[in-house]
């Protein structure tokens, strides 16, 4: 069978007779043994250069975890800016949009190097994608992905760019939306920020962490997991001089991050004293927080 394999290759018109398929998880793998025979074609009736790409509607037939080899489609809708968001244990970097094509419109997530990668109306292939499902499916990039813009421009047919996505993502924002915000800009008078851990599973901080164990039982939830696996999460109070009140403000651990890769200073986050400091250092802030004092965006009052 192998020197058989090795006669045909570089030529594509063959047919191979008797194959095993294999589900293995993330797609299908075809193997081959002694009774797998090999048939040379006249010609076979598809280009296979495009043997990997999905339409979009094709891709909204997967199953969760499935492997998209390559989409041809528009983005369609960009989300203003990313947000920090926790994936296999690691804070980083998500943005939202939809792409669609002749056939169908879908939600894709970027990560990370991705992210600044594609342009609202613009078209673009797009390898190594996987499907995942909350509520609907949805495409997201992988570490595999590469995107590079289309030569051909991508028709999207105004019924298409009309269909409605993410029902829910919808209701969720505009939940987040309608939260009252209250603004204040003042010195910070004081700080106290804690460096935790939290687990992965029901992001509980941690009161106990020993960096040097193997694993770790969550407190709260009691799950058991590598220490590599809990997030690092620095989140605390600071106090706001608005007036002759002293305003404590709370700081959530993605608002800090947040704030800190905005201004490019993650580097901060090895050390919750650094983060502190940084705070007396610019002095004063512009934050706004909802009604139970959690701050939801903070930017330096110089600005
Ligand atoms: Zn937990």
């Known amino acids: 069978m192998h020197t058989e394999l090795d006669r045909c290759q570089g030529k594509w018109n063959y047919c191979l007779i008797h194959v095993f398929v294999h589900n293995v998880g993330a797609g299908l793998d075809i193997r081959i043994n002694d009774a797998t025979t090999l048939e040379e074609f ?29 989409i041809k489609a528009k983005v369609v809708w960009l989300q203003d800016c990313s947000v920090p968001a ?9 943005k939202e949009c939809h792409v669609a094509d002749p056939t169908r419109k879908i939600r894709l997530q970027l990560w990370e190097g991705c992210i600044g990668q594609v342009e609202k109306d613009e078209s673009y292939v797009l390898e190594n994608l996987s ?31 009309r269909q409605q996505l993410e029902v829910k993502q919808h209701k969720q924002e505009q939940e987040v939306e309608q939260e009252v915000l209250t603004t204040v800009q003042g010195p910070v008078c004081g700080v106290k920020l804690a460096d935790q851990r939290q687990c992965s599973s ?43 009140v002293k305003l404590p403000l709370t700081l959530t ?17 090895a050390d919750v004293r650094l983060v502190e400091e940084h705070f007396f250092e610019v002095g004063v802030f512009e934050n706004q927080y909802n009604a139970n004092n959690v701050v939801v965006i903070v930017t330096t009052g110089n600005v």
Request: proline share 2%; hydrophobic share 35%; charged share 25%.
């Open 42 to 70: 006249e010609s076979i009736d598809f280009d296979y250069r495009d043997f990997r790409t999905f339409t979009v509607e094709q891709v909204a037939l997967l199953k969760p975890q499935e492997h998209v080899g390559k």
């Open 86 to 94: 926790i994936a296999h244990g690691k804070l980083l970097k998500l």
């Open 131 to 161: 499907v995942r499902e909350r509520g609907e499916l949805y495409l997201t990039s992988t570490k595999d992905t590469t995107i590079r813009v289309s030569e051909e421009k991508v028709q999207v047919p105004e019924l298409i760019l």
């Open 202 to 244: 029901c992001h509980k901080g941690q009161l106990a962490f020993n960096l040097t164990a193997i694993s770790h039982r969550c407190e709260a939830c009691g799950f058991c997991q590598r220490v590599g696996s809990y997030v690092q999460a620095v989140n605390g109070t600071v106090w706001v001089n608005e007036g002759d």
């Open 253 to 269: 651990s993605t608002v800090l991050m947040t704030y800190l890769s905005q201004n490019d200073l993650q580097e901060l986050f």
